[in-house]
C-alpha cells in the first residue's frame, strides 16, 4: 500500500516538474515579448501540457485520497478488503491518457498567426493564438475545465476525507475503550486527531490554492476577454 500511495506522489510530482521546467518558460518568455518565435508545432504542444499537467496532479490527488481511503478501510474492517485487481502502473497510465484527452481541444484550437511589420531585416512577426470553431468556445471549455479540474476532485476529496475521518474516530474511540493505559489512550486520540488536521488541511489548501485561477478565468473568458492575458501572467508566476 506504501508503495502505491508513493508512486501516485511520484507521478504529482513529475506533472509538476513538466509543468515548471518545459511549459512556463515558453509561456513566460511569450507574456514578456508578447510574440511567439518557437513555431507552430511548439505554440500547440506548449500550452496542451501546460494543461494535461493540472489535470494529471488533479487526478494524482483524487487517486491518493482514494488509496489512503481503501488503506484505511483495510485497517478497520479486514474482511472486506479485497485484492487491487487494477496494477498501480495502468492506474498512472490511464491519468495520464485521461490528463491528455481533456487538454486535446487546446492542441487543436491553437496555432500560429503571421503579421507583417516591415521593420528592416524583420518582416513578420509570429502570434501563437487560440482559434475556437464555435463562438465562446473558451469559455464553454474553462467552464468544463473548471467541473472537471477543480469542483469535481473538491466534491470527491471532501467527501473521502470526511469519511476517512469518521472511520479514524471510530476506530479510535474502539480502541480507547478497550485500553486501560492512560498514556496509551491519550497517544491515540492525539495521533487520529494529527490525521484530521492534516486531512482537512490538503482539501483546504487545494481549494484555497486553485480557486483565484479559476474564478478569474472565468469572468475574463465570459467577461472581460481582455484579461485573460493577466490570467496567463499569473498562473505562470505562481507556477
Known amino acids: 500500500?506504501?508503495?502505491?500511495?508513493?508512486l501516485f506522489i511520484v507521478n504529482l510530482a513529475i506533472s509538476d516538474l513538466l509543468l515548471c521546467f518545459f511549459t512556463i518558460p515558453f509561456s513566460l518568455v511569450e507574456i514578456a515579448t508578447k510574440f511567439w518565435p518557437y513555431g507552430v508545432t511548439m505554440c500547440k504542444l506548449v500550452l496542451t501540457l501546460?494543461?494535461?499537467?493540472?489535470?494529471?496532479?488533479?487526478?494524482?490527488?483524487?487517486?491518493?485520497?482514494?488509496?489512503?481511503?481503501?488503506?484505511?478501510?483495510?485497517?478497520?474492517?479486514p474482511e472486506n478488503c479485497r485484492q487491487e485487481r487494477v496494477p498501480i502502473l495502468l492506474k498512472?497510465?490511464?491519468?495520464?491518457?485521461?490528463?491528455l484527452i481533456l487538454s486535446l481541444p487546446l492542441f487543436l484550437v491553437r496555432t500560429v498567426e503571421s503579421h507583417f511589420?516591415?521593420?528592416?531585416?524583420?518582416?513578420?512577426?509570429n502570434f501563437c493564438i487560440e482559434k475556437?470553431?464555435?463562438?465562446?468556445?473558451r469559455a464553454y471549455y474553462s467552464v468544463l475545465s473548471m467541473l472537471?479540474?477543480?469542483?469535481?476532485?473538491?466534491?470527491?476529496?471532501?467527501?473521502?476525507?470526511?469519511?476517512?475521518?469518521?472511520k479514524l474516530r471510530s476506530r479510535t474511540l474502539r480502541r480507547t475503550s478497550t485500553t486501560q493505559l492512560p498514556k496509551l489512550r491519550t497517544r491515540l486520540q492525539r495521533r487520529a486527531r494529527k490525521t484530521?488536521?492534516?486531512?482537512?488541511?490538503i482539501a483546504l489548501i487545494?481549494?484555497?490554492?486553485?480557486?483565484?485561477?479559476?474564478?478569474?478565468?472565468?469572468?475574463?473568458?465570459?467577461f472581460f476577454p481582455e484579461c485573460h492575458h493577466l490570467a496567463r501572467i499569473l498562473f505562470s508566476m505562481v507556477g
Open 92 to 99: 498512472l497510465v490511464i491519468i495520464w491518457i485521461i490528463g
Open 132 to 137: 475556437w470553431p464555435i463562438e465562446n468556445g
Open 50 to 77: 501546460e494543461a494535461t499537467s493540472i489535470f494529471v496532479s488533479t487526478l494524482s490527488i483524487i487517486a491518493i485520497a482514494l488509496d489512503r481511503y481503501y488503506v484505511i478501510l483495510c485497517s478497520v474492517n
Open 117 to 125: 511589420i516591415g521593420m528592416g531585416p524583420i518582416e513578420t512577426i
Open 1 to 6: 500500500m506504501r508503495t502505491t500511495q508513493n
Open 148 to 166: 472537471i479540474q477543480y469542483v469535481g476532485p473538491i466534491i470527491i476529496v471532501s467527501v473521502v476525507y470526511t469519511r476517512l475521518c469518521m
Open 196 to 201: 484530521n488536521i492534516l486531512l482537512i488541511s
Open 206 to 222: 487545494f481549494f484555497i490554492s486553485w480557486l483565484p485561477l479559476n474564478v478569474l478565468n472565468i469572468v475574463a473568458d465570459f
